[in-house]
C-alpha cells in the first residue's frame, strides 16, 4: 500500500509570505494529524481530523496556521503569513480509525521542511 | 512541558552491541510506542507497549515499561549498522473523537559504527 505522502519536501520562503503543505493520507485511514519538529526541540501535535472534521486543534500555535480536510481526503495546512520561528519540519501522520481506547499506530510521511527566511 | 524525555540523547555503540535507550514521562498514559526516524525520512512505529504490561519483545527489540516510575526503555539486541537513526519514545492521550494525541521527547540518536 502507499504511505502517506507529503508535499513538497522542502519549501523556502521568505517572512510575510504564504506556504500551503500538503497531506495524502493512507487510503481508508480516517484519522490524520499534524505534527510538528522545531529545530532542536520535540515533535509537537498540532491537530486532528477524524475524516473532515477538526477533533482537536489545541496544538495550532496561533491563527497563522489553517488546516483544512475537504471531502476527508488529502489535508494541507496554511501559513499565512509565516514567521521565522514558523521553520521546521511538519510531519503528517494517519491511522485507522478504531473509536477506542486500542489506537492503532500512526504512520507518518517524510514531512515538509520549511525554512523561513 | 515535554512529556517524553530520552536517555541518553546520543549514542555510539559498535555493530554487535547492544543499544539501550530509556524515557520518562509525567503524567498517566495509555499506552507508550516507541518510533525510529532514519534522517530525512518520517517516523516509522516500532512497538506499543500497554500501561498494562511490563515487557514486550519484536524481532530485536525489547522494550519495559515501569508505571511506578513513569520510564520505559528501549533495548536493540545485535546492533546493526542500519539501525543508526533517531529514536522517539512517544506517550498518547485519548482524543474525545477517538485517535491518538502523541506526546513525543526529543530523542536519542543512535549511531551503529562497523
Known amino acids: 500500500e502507499a504511505g502517506v505522502t507529503q508535499f513538497p519536501s522542502h519549501s523556502v520562503i521568505e517572512k510575510g509570505q504564504t506556504v500551503t503543505l500538503r497531506c495524502d493520507p493512507i487510503s481508508g485511514h480516517d484519522n490524520l494529524y499534524w505534527y510538528r519538529r522545531v529545530m532542536g526541540k520535540e515533535i509537537k501535535f498540532l491537530l486532528h481530523f477524524v475524516k473532515e472534521s477538526k477533533q482537536d486543534e489545541s496544538g495550532m500555535p496561533n491563527n497563522r496556521f489553517l488546516a483544512e480536510r475537504t471531502g476527508g481526503t488529502y489535508s494541507t495546512l496554511k501559513v499565512q503569513p509565516a514567521e521565522l520561528e514558523d521553520s521546521g519540519v511538519y510531519f503528517c501522520a494517519s491511522s485507522l480509525w478504531t473509536g477506542g481506547r486500542d489506537n492503532s499506530p500512526l504512520h507518518f510521511g517524510n514531512g515538509t521542511r520549511l525554512t523561513v527566511t | 512541558s515535554q512529556q517524553g524525555e530520552e536517555d541518553p540523547q546520543a549514542l555510539s555503540i559498535q555493530e554487535g552491541e547492544n543499544a539501550t535507550m530509556n524515557c520518562s514521562y509525567k503524567?498517566?498514559?495509555?499506552?507508550l510506542q516507541w518510533y525510529r526516524q532514519n534522517s530525512g525520512r518520517g517516523l516509522v512505529h516500532l512497538i506499543l507497549?500497554?500501561?498494562?504490561?511490563r515487557e514486550k519483545h519484536s524481532g530485536r527489540l525489547r522494550v519495559t515499561l515501569d508505571t511506578s516510575k513513569k520510564s520505559s526503555s528501549l533495548l536493540i539486541t545485535a546492533s546493526r549498522a542500519a539501525d543508526t537513526a533517531s529514536y522517539f519514545c512517544?506517550?498518547?492521550?485519548?482524543?474525545?473523537?477517538?485517535?491518538?494525541?502523541?506526546?513525543f521527547g526529543t530523542g536519542t540518536q543512535l549511531k551503529v559504527e562497523l
Open positions: 507497549i500497554r500501561s498494562n504490561e
Open positions: 512517544a506517550t498518547d492521550a485519548i482524543l474525545t473523537g477517538g485517535g491518538n494525541k502523541l506526546t
Open positions: 503524567t498517566s498514559i495509555n499506552n
